[in-house]
C-alpha cells in the first residue's frame, strides 16, 4: 500500500478539481477512462510495446565513478552514484513516457485531435513525436521567451508536423503556455485531447502522469538491486511540475529507508525575486486546476518564476509533491542557474554525459545530499533529459570559456 | 445550511429578478472587470451601468492566470493589474459602489486562488462587509470541494455558479442544490468573448436546466453576447442576459481613443436594455 492517499485525486490536501465547469464532465471521464484502461492487459501490452521498441525502454542505470570520485575528492564522502539516463529515451527525454501512455488513451476516447503546453519543448517534442507517429493532427502552446530560449525544439515541432503556437500573453512563459492549452481544451473538449506534461493539473493528471512515469522508478529499482544487491540510500530529481521526480520516487516511496529529494531552481537565488523554489519559498493555492503550493503574492496574484532552464521556470508543482513535503517523506532542495551550469559541465567532464539544464539541477544537488550520507551509500540521480537543446544557452553563459 | 430561496436572509439578487420579472421583462446582467482601467474610472463604470439600465452587477476580480477568459477580459486584467487591481482593490471597489448605491446587486467574479490565499472565511466576511451580495468562482466547482459554498452560506452570500453545456444532468442537480440567486448557464464550450451559437441548443439546454433545477432559481444566459440584437434574443428564452466582454471592449476602445469611458458604456448599456424590452 503506498503511503499516499489518492481517494478523488486527492494528496491530502492538495489536488482535486479546480477548474471551469465545461471541463469537469471531461475530467470525469478521463479519470474513468485512465482507471479502466490501466488494469486493461491489451492495454497495458500495447503500452509495454511501445516503451520498449519505440521509447526504448529500459533505460540504463550507469554507474557514475568518475563523479563520486570527484565527490570523494571535495567532500571526503565515498559514495556509489549512478544515473538513471533518461536522456537516452526516444526525442532525449522522460517526457515520452507520459505522451505514449495519454495519446492511447486519447486513442481509446476517440479523440481526434491532440494538444499540449511545453516549456523546455520537451514535452512539446514528445507530443509531437507521438502524434506523428499514430497520425492525429497536433497543436502546441509555448511562452514566446520559451520560444526563443529553445528554438531548437520549435524546429523539432515543425518538422514533425506539429502546429506551435508563441504565447504572449502574462509572463510568455509554462504557467501562460498552459492557460492557453486550458482555453484550447475548453472551447474543443469534445473533439480534443489535451496531453498534459506533467504531475500537475486537475485530476486525474498528476495521478495518471505519475503512473505513467513510474517505469522510472520500476526499472531503477530492479537495476540498482542488480548492480548493489540492495535498495540506494538515496534518489535525487529535479522539479519542475515534478514528474521525473515522482517517476523515480514511484519506486522508492515506500521504503522509509530510501531518502528522496527533489531540487527545485533557484535562479538568481531564493533570496531574490527571480527562482522557481515553489516548494521551498510558496505556499498552498490554486494553479491551473489543482490545489498545490505556488509562488504568488498575498492577493494571491501568480509570481512571475525564473529559471535558466524553461521546464523548470514554472510558479507551481504537482500536489503530490506538495503532500510528500508537508508529510516530510520527501525533502526539496534548491540549486541557482549557475550551480546548474556548473554541474552540467562537471558531468559532461567527468561522465561524458551532458545533462538538461533541468536534470543539471539535480546533479547539483549531490553535494548536499553527499553531506547527509555516510561513506559506501548510494544514490540514484535521474537525469530527465539530454543537453542538446541547450546548446544556445549554455554557449551563452560560458562562450569563451568553452570554446578555448 | 445551503442558500435556499426559503433562507432566512433577504437577498438583492433574487429582489433584482423578482422586480424585472414584476415589471414583464428580463434583467440584465453586467460584467466588467474591476479597475479596469482605474480604480475610479472603474467605481464610475459601474455606478454608470447601474444608472443606465443594469439590473445586477459581476465585478471581475482581476486574477494574473484567468485561463477561462479571452482575449478581451484578459486584456482588461492586465489594464486592471497594472493600475494596482486585485483582490483587495476589489473588495474595495464593491465598498464604494456599495456606498453609493444601497440597491444594486453585486456578484464578485473571480478565480480561486485570490480566494484560497485570503482564506476562504476571511474571504466571505470582508466581502459580505463590503456589501457584495454573491460570489462566482470560475475554478471552484461546489461539488468538488464544498468549503466555499458551505463558507458562503454561512455569511449569507450566494453561491453563483456557473453551468455548461457539456454539464451532465447529475451536475446539474447537484450545482443547483447548492447554488443561490441565479444559476449562470454559459452558452458555449469556449472561453469569455467567443461567438455566440446557434441559440435553439441554449433555448433548449435552458429550459432543460430549469426542468433540473425544479424552476428554483432563474436561469441566466452568458458568454459571447455582444450586440443589442443578441441580448434581445437570449432575452426570449433566458430569465437574465449577461453581456461581459463587448462591455469590456466598449470601456478598452474609449481608454485607447484617450476619451472618458463613461458615457459610451451608459449608452452601450441603455442599448442593451432597450432591446430587451
Ligand atoms: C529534461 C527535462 N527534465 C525535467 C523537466 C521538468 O519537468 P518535470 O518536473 O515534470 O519532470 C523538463 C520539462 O520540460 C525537462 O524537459
Not at chain 1, 536522456?87 to 495519446?103: A, P
Not at chain 2, 497594472?82 to 456606498?99: I, S
Amino acid at each position: 500500500m503506498s503511503i499516499v492517499p489518492q481517494s478523488h485525486g486527492r494528496f491530502g490536501p492538495y489536488g482535486g478539481r479546480y477548474v471551469s465547469e465545461t471541463l469537469m464532465p471531461a475530467l470525469e471521464e478521463l479519470a474513468d477512462a485512465w482507471e479502466h484502461f490501466s488494469f486493461d492487459p491489451t492495454f497495458r501490452a500495447e503500452l509495454d510495446r511501445l516503451l520498449r521498441e519505440y521509447v526504448g525502454r529500459p533505460t540504463p542505470l550507469t554507474e557514475a565513478a568518475r563523479l563520486a570520485e570527484h565527490v570523494a575528492k571535495t567532500q571526503g564522502r565515498r559514495l556509489r552514484v549512478f544515473l538513471k539516463r533518461e536522456d537516452l529515451c526516444h526525442t532525449g527525454s522522460h517526457k515520452l513516457n507520459n505522451c505514449v501512455g495519454q495519446i492511447l488513451l486519447a486513442q481509446r476516447l476517440g479523440k481526434q485531435r491532440i494538444i499540449a503546453e511545453t516549456g523546455a519543448g520537451q514535452h512539446g517534442v514528445a507530443t509531437a513525436t507521438v502524434a506523428a507517429l499514430f497520425g492525429l493532427p497536433c497543436e502546441i502552446y509555448m511562452g514566446a521567451v520559451d520560444v526563443e530560449r529553445q528554438s531548437l525544439n520549435v524546429f523539432r515541432m515543425h518538422l514533425l508536423g506539429a502546429k506551435v503556437h508563441p504565447v504572449k500573453d502574462g509572463t510568455a512563459t509554462l504557467k501562460d503556455a498552459m492557460n492557453e492549452a486550458m482555453r484550447d481544451w475548453v472551447t474543443n473538449v469534445g473533439t480534443t485531447h489535451y496531453v498534459l506534461g506533467t504531475v500537475a493539473g486537475p485530476h486525474p493528471y498528476p495521478t495518471m502522469v505519475g503512473e505513467l512515469q513510474s517505469v522510472i522508478g520500476r526499472e531503477a529499482r530492479a537495476q540498482i538491486q542488480a548492480a548493489t544487491g540492495r535498495l540506494p540510500d538515496a534518489c535525487l530529481a529535479c522539479v519542475g511540475g515534478g514528474s521525473n521526480a515522482m517517476g523515480l520516487f514511484r519506486g522508492f516511496i515506500d521504503d522509509p529507508g530510501v531518502r528522496l529529494y527533489g531540487v527545485e531552481a533557484a535562479g538568481e537565488g531564493i533570496d531574490t525575486k527571480h527562482h522557481a523554489a515553489t516548494l521551498g519559498k510558496g505556499r498552498p493555492g490554486v494553479l491551473h486546476g489543482a490545489r498545490s503550493y505556488v509562488l504568488c503574492d498575498d492577493d494571491g496574484q501568480i509570481d512571475e518564476a525564473h529559471s535558466i532552464s524553461a521546464g523548470l521556470d514554472y510558479p507551481g508543482v504537482g500536489p503530490e509533491h506538495s503532500y510528500l513535503r508537508d508529510s516530510g517523506r520527501a525533502q526539496y532542495l534548491s540549486a541557482t542557474d549557475q550551480e546548474a551550469l556548473a554541474a552540467c559541465r562537471l558531468l559532461a567532464r567527468c561522465e561524458g554525459i551532458i545533462p538538461a539544464l533541468e536534470s543539471a539541477h539535480a546533479v547539483a544537488g549531490l553535494p548536499r545530499v553527499a553531506e547527509q550520507l555516510s561513506d559506501g551509500a548510494s544514490v540514484i540521480i535521474n537525469i530527465s533529459g539530454r543537453g542538446d537543446k541547450d546548446m544556445g544557452t549554455i554557449a551563452k553563459h560560458f562562450g569563451a570559456e568553452v570554446s578555448s | 445550511m445551503t442558500n435556499t430561496p426559503g433562507r432566512p436572509f433577504p437577498s438583492r439578487i433574487a429582489g433584482a429578478f423578482a422586480r424585472a420579472r414584476a415589471q414583464g421583462r428580463k434583467t440584465l446582467v453586467l460584467y466588467l472587470t474591476g479597475c479596469d482601467p482605474d480604480f475610479d474610472t472603474s467605481r464610475r463604470l459601474l455606478l454608470a451601468a447601474a444608472q443606465a439600465g443594469a439590473d445586477v452587477l459581476e465585478l471581475g476580480v482581476p486574477w494574473s492566470d484567468p485561463s477561462a477568459d479571452g482575449p478581451a477580459i484578459q486584456a482588461a486584467m492586465r489594464r486592471a493589474l497594472a493600475a494596482g487591481g486585485g483582490m483587495a482593490k476589489a473588495l474595495d471597489l464593491c465598498r464604494t459602489v456599495r456606498a453609493a448605491n444601497p440597491e444594486i446587486p453585486v456578484v464578485l467574479f473571480g478565480y480561486a486562488n485570490p480566494i484560497f490565499v485570503r482564506g476562504t472565511a476571511k474571504f466571505a466576511a470582508q466581502a459580505k462587509q463590503a456589501g457584495a451580495d454573491g460570489v462566482l468562482c470560475v475554478d471552484w466547482p461546489p461539488d468538488e470541494d464544498p468549503e466555499l459554498a458551505q463558507t458562503l452560506a454561512q455569511h449569507a452570500l450566494d453561491l453563483v455558479p456557473l453551468i455548461a453545456p457539456t454539464s451532465t444532468p447529475e451536475r446539474v442537480k447537484a450545482i443547483a442544490a447548492v447554488a443561490g440567486g441565479f444559476l449562470y448557464y454559459v452558452s458555449l464550450t469556449g472561453i469569455t468573448g467567443s461567438q455566440l451559437p446557434n441559440l435553439d441548443e441554449t433555448s433548449a439546454r435552458v429550459r432543460q436546466v430549469r426542468e433540473l433545477s425544479g424552476g428554483r432559481l432563474p436561469v441566466a444566459v452568458g458568454f459571447g453576447i455582444a450586440t443589442p440584437a443578441d441580448a434581445r434574443a437570449v432575452a426570449g428564452f433566458a430569465d437574465g442576459v449577461v453581456v461581459g466582454s463587448a462591455a469590456v471592449r466598449v470601456i478598452e476602445r474609449a481608454v485607447a481613443a484617450g476619451r472618458d469611458p463613461v458615457p459610451a458604456l451608459e449608452a452601450f448599456v441603455s442599448d442593451l436594455r432597450a432591446a430587451m424590452g
